[in-house]
C-alpha cells in the first residue's frame, strides 16, 4: 500500500481531518493502515491542487485548536495545572506551525 497513489476517498477524509484540528498520523493510522506520514507528504508535492486544499484545511484547524484552547482554559471540572498544560502545549504547536498568526507578539 506504500507506493499507491492517495484515492478521492482519502484526500477527503484527510482534508475532514486536519481541517477538524485532527493530525494527518491519527487519520491514517484509522483508516490508512501501510500508509505512512512520509508516503503522505510525498503524495502531496504531487498533486498541486490537494496541496492548496490540504494548506487551507490546515489553516482552519489551527483556528479550531485556537478555540479549544479557550474551551479548555474555562473549564473549571478540569484542575487547573492540567488546564494549563493542556493549553501551553498547543498554543506552543500553534505559535511554530503558524508563527505570524500565534506567536507573542514579543518574538515576532
Known amino acids: 500500500m506504500e ?9 477527503e ?3 475532514n481531518r486536519v481541517s ?3 493530525t ?3 487519520f491514517l493510522i484509522r483508516y490508512c493502515p501501510g500508509f505512512s506520514r512520509a508516503h503522505f507528504y510525498r ?10 486544499e490540504f494548506a ?6 489551527a483556528s479550531i485548536i485556537a478555540d479549544e484552547i479557550l474551551t479548555i482554559v474555562d473549564d473549571e471540572t478540569i484542575p487547573i495545572d492540567s488546564r ?3 493549553a501551553k502545549v498547543r498554543l ?8 505570524k498568526k500565534y506567536r507573542p507578539a514579543s518574538r515576532k
Do not use: Y
Open 20 to 22: 477538524t484540528g485532527g
Open 13 to 15: 477524509g484527510l482534508i
Open 24 to 26: 494527518v498520523k491519527s
Open 84 to 86: 494549563r498544560l493542556r
Open 56 to 61: 487551507f484545511a490546515r489553516e482552519i484547524g
Open 43 to 52: 503524495e502531496l508535492r504531487k498533486d498541486l491542487p490537494f496541496a492548496a
Open 3 to 11: 507506493n499507491k497513489p492517495l484515492s478521492s476517498t482519502i484526500k
Open 92 to 99: 506552543k504547536l500553534l505559535s511554530c506551525w503558524w508563527p
